[in-house]
């Protein structure tokens, strides 16, 4: 049985982040969805938040978990006992910043990070842009699940 996780803000989900997960959950038996403190990013939603969002756009897969966690990628790896880290790569720049932090992370703890690269279509959806368009009353609908789109209006209202 093959356990990943998949570690991130998801501050909050969109659809590069579902595709992602929806390709994971195909490939391996169980995949954990982990939403993390990132201190190095301003973010809208607290990690209560961003879970239950999380919950709600993959509450269509069985073999989907989520949860949240303030520390190490790694550490939590270990906890869970993940075989592999997952990441999504949107461009070749993601790449770069991803590697260093693969190496990073397989010289502290020996995991490897596997990287599944978005589609064309979602390639270009960040979180943090999704947060800019809206705040300034762009529509968002097309790019986030609806749950998300609801709450998101209800934030910057
Ligand atoms: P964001 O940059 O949208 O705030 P996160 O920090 O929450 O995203 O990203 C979590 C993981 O999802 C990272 O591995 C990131 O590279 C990946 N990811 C983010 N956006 C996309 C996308 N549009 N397509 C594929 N992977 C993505």
């Known amino acids: ?3 990943v996780l998949y570690p991130g803000s998801f501050d909050p989900v969109h659809n590069g982040h579902l595709e992602i997960i929806e390709t994971a959950a195909k490939l ?3 995949v954990v969805v982990a939403t993390m403190v990132n201190t190095t990013k301003d973010g809208v939603f607290d990690l209560n938040d961003r879970e239950a969002m ?3 756009a993959t509450e269509h897969l069985p073999n989907v978990t989520v949860r949240m966690f303030a520390g ?3 550490d939590l790896a270990s906890e ?3 075989d592999f880290i997952l990441k999504g790569l949107r461009a070749v720049s993601d790449f770069e910043n991803e590697l260093q932090m693969a190496q990073m992370n397989n010289a502290a703890s020996g995991i490897h990070t ?3 690269p978005s589609a ?3 390639s270009f959806l960040a979180s943090k842009f999704i947060r800019d368009f809206t705040r300034f009353g762009g529509d968002i609908s097309k790019m986030v699940p609806e749950s998300v789109a609801r709450r998101l209006r209800e934030r910057y209202v």
């Open 1 to 3: 049985m093959t356990r």
């Open 28 to 30: 391996f038996d169980e």
């Open 54 to 56: 999380l919950r709600e």
């Open 120 to 122: 064309s279509s979602s």
């Open 114 to 116: 596997l990287f599944i």
């Open 72 to 74: 190490l990628v790694v």
């Open 80 to 82: 869970m006992e993940a």
